[in-house]
């Protein structure tokens, strides 16, 4: 067979896809530094296998080599995505983030090839609550092709089947299996709708043109959009808050960048404002552990600056592993660099200091409360 052949044989073999279109990567409730670790591990790959390019060498022209895809997929429905990165016949890999850590789920260490060995393609069905990542390899030689999912801190697989041909038969017959046991193609068909009917068949050809189908979705457009997503983020834009803010029913003046919908302070602006009640801190730098001291129910030492307004305009914000301890203790708060000073979540400093966090959206306004 020719490789222009071999490489359509792909699409084939896995039907008319009902392939969805590419865009932005849905973040779900990835945390910045969740994000921040992706685009690391991204990174760290772009090193090992290089970065995308296709082939111009004849024959194997528009195949693409190096890290060609990366893809965010919920694959529990836990609403936290996993990194999915691909690199064509060089390697796949999956990763999950959870109680700050990035670990990596095994799965098979190469991108399907359902038709032949130069066809290298990955196939996802995605649903609300879960996604299958779809493996296998020369489909037509009777090899097992498995469904792949998420549980726990595993990757595991939740179906296998076989959808070949006896080929020492005298006329070669199909012959179907689903875990193992022979089925009829009613069976067959009816145990796969069963388990994808409601789900969105993603399929991605690691051939560019001239020997992509036009119904395969881009792993470098993939790619493009998960980077892109990822550092929304990581680097996102800050925006000077117009939100009003109230402390125990009183409007108080307090400069504040919106990003991604949430609002994030200066910690001296806050500790100046909670000086005097019970959720006050003083806030000191502590040079010899690089890192910032919080000082509970302790007056606030000023040192001018405090709680004053913000330039206009939006401003670059990026993502800080800025270092908080709170009487000796670390924090674990969500931080963005703005203009030379931290931001830190509001609703971040409210559960680590005491202090109730609401807000009224009739008002637009940010409700602190202090017992």
């Known amino acids: 067979m020719n490789k222009i052949g071999k490489a359509m044989l792909c699409t084939v073999l896995t039907g008319a896809m009902a392939v969805g279109a590419a865009g932005a990567a849905d973040l779900g409730s990835l945390s910045p530094q969740g994000a921040k670790a992706y685009l690391n591990q991204i990174t760290t790959l772009q090193n090992k296998y290089g970065k995308a390019a296709a082939r111009t060498d004849d024959g194997f022209k528009g195949l693409l080599t190096g890290l060609s895809m990366a893809k965010l997929v919920d694959m529990d429905g836990d609403k936290i995505p996993e990194l999915y990165c691909a690199a064509a016949h060089q390697g796949q890999h999956m990763y999950s983030y959870a109680d700050g850590k990035i670990y990596e789920l095994i799965i098979p260490k190469g991108v399907s090839n359902f038709g032949t060995d130069v066809s290298p393609c ?60 022979s089925v009829t193609a009613e069976e067959f068909s009816s145990t796969i709708l069963d388990l994808t009917g409601d789900m969105d068949e993603q399929y991605y050809s690691f051939w560019e043109s001239p020997y992509n189908s036009d119904r395969a979705l881009s792993p470098r457009a993939a790619l493009q959009d998960t980077i892109a997503s990822l550092r929304r983020l990581t680097n996102p834009t800050a925006k000077v808050s117009t939100h009003k803010v109230t402390l125990n029913g009183e409007s108080v003046k307090l400069g504040a960048y919106t990003i991604n919908g949430s609002n994030y302070f200066k910690l001296r602006d806050l500790a100046k404002a909670l000086d005097g009640l019970n959720t006050n801190f003083e806030v000191k730098w502590n040079a010899a552990q690089q890192r910032i001291d919080l000082t509970s129910k302790t007056a606030y030492t000023a040192v001018g600056g405090e709680q004053a307004a913000l330039p206009a305009g939006n401003k670059a914000a990026s993502l800080t592993n800025a270092s908080v301890y709170l009487d000796g203790k670390p924090l674990s708060l969500t931080a963005y660099s703005i203009g030379g000073n931290n931001y830190f979540k509001l609703r971040d400093l409210g559960d680590a200091l005491g202090f109730g966090v609401d807000w009224n959206a009739d008002t637009m306004t940010m409700i602190l409360t202090v017992k």
């Open 122 to 181: 990955t196939q996802f069905y995605v649903g609300k609550d879960k996604a299958y990542l779809v493996s296998g390899q020369e489909v037509m030689n009777n090899n097992p092709v498995t469904f792949w999912t998420k549980q726990g801190d595993k990757a595991v697989v939740v179906l296998t089947y076989t959808d070949g041909f006896d080929w020492d038969a005298e006329t070669p017959t199909p012959v179907k299996t689903i875990n193992g046991q």
